[in-house]
């Protein structure tokens, strides 16, 4: 079951972002010809209207196809037809639902388990948080250069910054208090200040939104960071997981969640959602050939220059690109296949 949960949820996503380039390209009057989720045969289809809507066997990918690489095709309703900041609309489209479809997510948990606000919950006794003055109640704002608004921007700062200094600033009784604090190595090698957080509260409406978007805004600088983790070599190419590995962890949460009813599985999986919706926004804007982010930039250029990119060029970057990726997605689900079996 677990298994047939995480393929759905997959589904959904890569649906949720293709969708986003086939509202905009309907709102700026583009044909799409085909819209398909997954990758390979064909399982079933249906043609409604000009588009024809295609469930593909492997739910590892999708298409929005509006034949935007036919330098002919400069007829009414062609992609090319339109001006580069309407098809830059209509690429950046998919990313920015996939934040959308994280910020639902989002905003469905907190209504449900409240928001974790940066507020101390206990201190532990002889640590560096206690040493420095830290009280239960505290309100921690920043540390450092970064501001912080959920808990676990707390325990990400510290998980990338490991045995750095900080300055904290908080608020306590209104009041806002700046001290210094330097994470202790504890037996398993982990750098630590001492703190845990206080309980979930509840929030209005408005509230909830905003932290729906900080919850948003988290995954995505988690993701940021990692990549910039993975371009210094501080975390491994052997570490990265893809669909085999997303399988894997979707199982795995819901096996743990089945106990505590279908409310827990449902909430569970709905952060594994805003997870990967977010990673799949920010990893679709990175400007690489073959993604959003890298047909961004011949756009960008096309408007820099005041005029298109050679299509056979572009082509042979992006056909270039998807080799790469495509290696790079064998390896990925070797690293996946090995870690569960082996």
């Known amino acids: 079951m677990g298994i047939v949960l995480a393929i759905l949820l997959f589904g959904f996503i890569v649906f949720f972002h ?100 940066p507020v101390i919950g206990t201190v532990n006794a002889g640590t ?11 309100e921690i704002v920043k540390i450092n250069d970064k501001n ?7 325990s990400t700062y510290n998980q990338f910054h490991q045995g750095q200094t900080m300055k904290i600033v908080y608020k306590r009784n209104g009041e806002k208090n700046t001290v210094s604090v330097t994470p202790e190595k504890n037996d ?16 209005n409406v408005f509230e909830t939104a905003a932290y729906s978007a900080y919850n948003v805004k988290y995954w995505i600088n988690l993701t ?35 106990s505590g009813g279908a409310l827990l599985i449902f909430l569970n999986l709905l952060q594994m959602t805003i997870l ?14 073959a993604l959003d982010g890298g047909r961004l930039v011949f756009l960008i250029v096309e408007v820099i220059r005041g005029k298109r990119v ?10 270039a690109g998807m080799a790469l990726l495509l290696c790079l997605m064998v390896f990925v689900m070797y690293n996946d296949i090995r870690r569960i079996f082996f």
């Not at 501080?234 to 969640?257: C, F, N």
């Not at 990673?279 to 050939?289: A, E, F, K, T």
């Not at 050679?310 to 056909?319: A, I, Q, W």
């Open 18 to 117: 293709e969708l986003g380039h086939f509202l905009l390209a309907r709102i700026n009057g583009i044909n799409v010809y085909e819209f398909w989720i997954g990758m390979g045969p064909t399982l079933a289809h249906k043609k409604i209207g000009n588009t024809d809507y295609c469930l593909k066997i492997l739910p590892i990918g999708g298409a929005c196809v509006m034949e935007e690489d036919e330098k002919e095709d400069l007829s009414e309703g062609s992609f090319n037809s339109k001006s580069p900041w309407r098809r830059i609309s209509v690429i950046a489209a998919g990313p920015v639902f996939n934040f959308i479809l994280a910020f639902i997510g989002a905003f469905i948990i907190i209504c449900f388990v409240g928001v974790d606000k």
């Open 128 to 138: 560096p948080a206690a040493e420095a003055g830290l009280q239960a109640g505290d």
């Open 148 to 154: 912080i608004h959920i808990f676990k921007d707390i």
């Open 188 to 203: 398993s090698g982990y750098y630590l200040i001492g703190i845990t957080s206080s309980n979930y509260v509840k929030t």
């Open 224 to 258: 940021i960071d990692s990549l910039k983790q993975l371009v210094t070599g501080r975390i491994g190419v052997d570490q990265l997981s893809g669909p085999v590995g997303v399988v894997s962890a979707v199982d795995t949460t819901y096996k743990e969640s089945k």
């Open 276 to 289: 990967l919706s977010a990673n799949l926004g920010v990893m679709n804007l990175l400007p690489l050939p």
């Open 310 to 319: 050679p299509p056979e060029k572009e082509g042979y970057v992006h056909l």
